[in-house]
């Protein structure tokens, strides 16, 4: 229920204002939320386990769901508009059903990343710290610290100075 309260809420502000509001509620919702996150308004939190770290910002309409599992975002953290980042899959069932039973996996961003536009973030996956995940990436793979990485599926293109 609180979920969907805080959809009302976070539909009737303004998109990139009322910041500190917006942290009050996910706070109230349970969320760790650090100090001048900035979550636009039109973000969508389908999810029961999320932390935010400090200065980071989430653009419009990227959708955060992941069910039971965590989605860990660090600090400093940029993420543009139009990113999903999805923890819900499935194992693989046989011929008749192949998306089998429903399985929520965590998702972790590192400290000073920087998702690009329209990136989507598979289940499981941790991004390391520093890293640039290109616009329309899809990450399905564990990435390393400092990285810049591009494509479907998203590969490094190079590394990063630290």
């Known amino acids: 229920m609180l979920h969907y309260i805080l959809q009302v809420i976070f539909s009737i502000l303004p998109d ?3 910041y500190s509001f ?3 509620v996910l706070r109230l919702r349970g969320y760790t939320i650090g100090s001048n996150v900035r979550i636009v308004s ?4 389908k999810i029961k386990k999320l932390s935010i770290g400090e ?15 965590k989605v860990t975002i660090g600090k400093n953290v940029d993420i543009a508009p139009r ?3 999805i923890g819900g899959t499935h194992e693989m069932g046989g011929m008749i059903h192949r998306a089998g039973k429903g399985i929520s996996l965590d998702i972790v961003i ?16 941790c991004i390391g710290r520093g890293c640039v995940v290109a ?3 899809v990450v399905r793979n564990d990435i390393p610290d400092n ?8 590969e490094i293109i190079r590394y990063l100075p630290v």
Request: glycine share 18%; with cysteine.
């Open 16 to 18: 990139t204002r009322s």
């Open 22 to 24: 917006k942290r009050f």
């Open 42 to 45: 039109s973000v969508k939190l």
């Open 55 to 69: 200065n980071t910002f989430i653009g419009f309409d990227t959708l955060i769901a992941s069910g039971s599992g």
């Open 83 to 85: 990113c999903n980042i």
């Open 110 to 125: 590192g400290d000073g990343t920087w998702i690009g536009t329209n990136v989507t973030i598979i289940g499981g996956v």
């Open 135 to 137: 616009a329309g990436s």
């Open 147 to 154: 990285v810049l990485i591009a494509g479907v599926p998203a």
